[in-house]
């Protein structure tokens, strides 16, 4: 009567997705999407207490690098994912572009970090993090379709263990 979904019938959130856009759906690549919220939510909650923004991401770095918890070695492997995905040629690419940087988002920190091979520890994990927010923020606010999501999967797994990185060194902080 009112369009309302039955509360009787079993609801299939994967159907009705595929249904709305269109399209099929793999579960094992939304598994990695789903997970994010989650990762995004602790890391949100414990390492930025609620609060995250650049400026606040910034700050935790900076506090875990006073401690002496940062090494680069724990941070090659996603350095060298984000550069090869957002440099050609040694400049940043139309990927890079596609971040959607908004004017507070240290977007030249990010592109130094990515354009360079000769960066301090804390300013890399910087931008790697900062490059994780702006993936955030363009899933969350749709940027990213869902109809495109797909060619995602990758960014997920890989920012999916960074923040489990981050996290773990906040906790021995």
């Given at each position: 009567m009112w369009g309302f979904l039955s509360m009787n019938k079993q609801f299939n959130e994967i159907k009705w997705l595929e249904k709305y856009v269109g399209k099929s759906i793999e579960k094992a690549n939304l598994q990695n999407?789903?997970?994010?919220?989650?990762?995004?939510s602790l890391f949100e909650s414990k390492v930025c207490k609620n609060s995250a923004n650049v400026n606040s991401i910034c700050d935790k770095v900076d506090e875990l690098a006073s401690?002496?918890?940062?090494?680069?070695?724990?941070?090659?492997?996603f350095y060298k994912y984000f550069k090869e995905?957002?440099?050609?040629?040694?400049?940043?690419?139309?990927?890079f572009n596609s971040l959607s940087f908004r004017s507070n988002d240290k977007k030249e920190l990010v592109k130094k970090v990515l354009e360079s091979d000769e960066c301090d520890t804390g300013i890399v994990i910087k931008a790697l993090l900062i490059i994780v927010y702006r993936l955030r923020n363009n899933l969350f606010h749709g940027t990213k379709r869902i109809e495109t999501l797909d060619t995602q999967i990758d960014n997920f797994k890989i920012t999916n263990k960074l923040l489990a990185t981050v996290i773990e060194q906040y906790d021995q902080s």
């Open positions: 999407i789903r997970n994010f919220v989650f990762f995004w401690k002496g918890r940062l090494s680069i070695v724990d941070y090659n492997e995905r957002y440099v050609s040629s040694g400049k940043v690419n139309y990927k």
